[in-house]
T-cell receptor, first 119, second 111 residues
Framework: GAVVSQHPSRVICKSGTSVKIECRSLDFQATTMFWYRQFPKQSLMLMATSNEGSKATYEQGVEKDKFLINHASLTLSTLTVTSAHPEDSSFYIC???????????????FGPGTRLTVL | QKEVEQDPGPLSVPEGAIVSLNCTYSNSAFQYFMWYRQYSRKGPELLMYTYSSGNKEDGRFTAQVDKSSKYISLFIRDSQPSDSATYLCAMSMDSSYKLIFGSGTRLLVRP
């Protein structure tokens, strides 16, 4: 249980284009999903917290107009990198929080990540 | 000073060794402590989840939390080459609050 998928796993795009990344909770409902960015040999940095049906909460220093987040349902959140530039190249990882009852409630399960390369 | 400190390694051990991974933190409000394993180019996988102080054991893995020292540990017994990965500690103040991650320790278990 608690499987999170991401699509695509890898994307290469030209500078100036927009890229959409999907995050899905496959076997549970996630009221809250999180988006992280990870640069090589560095830890995960939280970008934003996404709650179903409401606006995302962005961390300090993260441009909300550049990184658009939509949490349209309890199983799907999307991150759109608008007008991507080479400095946006990174590993983007989503996580979903299990809510309700059980041994691992209120913990985050991570997707496999999406590697974005902007040329 | 970072909120969570973790030695980046790499830590190289022979197969079968006991591995000790550690994190220190500065915020005494942290109550929830987690260890994640991350293989190269993959998302983190939850290994252990502990609330407040104490020990928790799951198979070859034991997590310890010492809140008085602001120090958490993950022990891996009978380490295997497949345990080679980066281990991330993470913690939060509230069960629904954001996670703060350590930088990760890269572990290499030699056959």
């Amino acid at each position: 249980g608690a499987v999170v998928s991401q699509h695509p796993s890898r994307v290469i795009c030209k500078s100036g284009t927009s890229v959409k990344i999907e995050c899905r909770s496959l076997d549970f409902q996630a009221t809250t999903m999180f988006w992280y960015r990870q640069f090589p040999k560095q830890s995960l940095m939280l970008m934003a917290t996404s709650n179903e049906g409401s606006k995302a909460t962005y961390e300090q220093g993260v441009e909300k107009d550049k990184f658009l987040i939509n949490h349209a349902s309890l199983t799907l959140s999307t991150l759109t990198v608008t007008s991507a530039h080479p400095e946006d190249s990174s590993f983007y990882i989503c996580s979903a929080e299990v809510t309700g009852q059980g041994a691992f409630t209120d913990t985050q399960y991570f997707g496999p990540g999406t590697r974005l390369t902007v040329l | 000073q970072k909120e969570v400190e973790q030695d980046p390694g790499p830590l190289s051990v022979p197969e079968g060794a006991i591995v000790s991974l550690n994190c220190t933190y500065s915020n005494s409000a942290f109550q929830y402590f987690m260890w994640y394993r991350q293989y190269s180019r993959k998302g983190p996988e939850l290994l252990m989840y502990t609330y407040s102080s104490g020990n928790k054991e799951d198979g070859r893995f034991t997590a310890q939390v010492d809140k008085s020292s602001k120090y958490i540990s993950l022990f891996i017994r009978d380490s295997q080459p497949s345990d080679s990965a980066t281990y991330l500690c993470a913690m939060s103040m509230d069960s629904s609050y954001k996670l703060i991650f350590g930088s990760g320790t890269r572990l290499l278990v030699r056959p």
